[in-house]
């Protein structure tokens, strides 16, 4: 795992990790979105040859991009900003991820979230 971590700091990303999962994390100005994509392109492409030297694979399916930022400046994205290729899949951006149960929307609203847990809250406690 310190090597991932050195092969993804190259690069100027911020990783978290946890039990199974790994988030990649870069910040840029709106005015550099196109640049910031093909730098976290760059990165992943490099997490994806680490890990087949140590017979992992990398999930696209599981793998999701936001595009975060003031209500504003995402709407300026025209849609939720560039999607990333990674050889034959493309990762699209999405308007919201979920992130430890929780579900972040990219102006940073906890609306749907809230949302979502009164809904199940509720019906569990219609179940009592």
């Known amino acids: 795992m310190a090597d991932l971590v050195d092969i993804i700091n190259r690069h100027g ?8 999962d790994t988030q990649l994390y870069l910040h840029s100005c ?7 994509a093909t730098w976290l392109k760059e990165c992943i492409m490099d997490v994806c040859r680490w ?8 999930n696209t399916n599981k793998t999701e991009l936001l595009w ?14 560039p999607s990333i290729q990674l050889g034959a899949d493309t990762v699209p951006a999405c308007d919201h991820v979920r992130l430890l ?4 929307w990219a102006d940073f609203s906890l609306d749907r979230h809230v949302s979502v847990v009164s809904s199940a809250s509720f019906y569990w406690l219609r179940q009592v």
Do not use: W
């Open 101 to 104: 149960g929780v579900i972040i």
């Open 51 to 58: 890990m087949s030297a140590n017979r992992l694979k990398l």
């Open 13 to 20: 990303v911020t990783l978290h990790s946890f039990a199974d």
């Open 68 to 81: 975060s930022g003031s209500r504003h400046s995402i709407s300026q994205l025209r849609g939720y900003g």
């Open 30 to 36: 709106h005015e550099d979105i196109t640049m910031a």
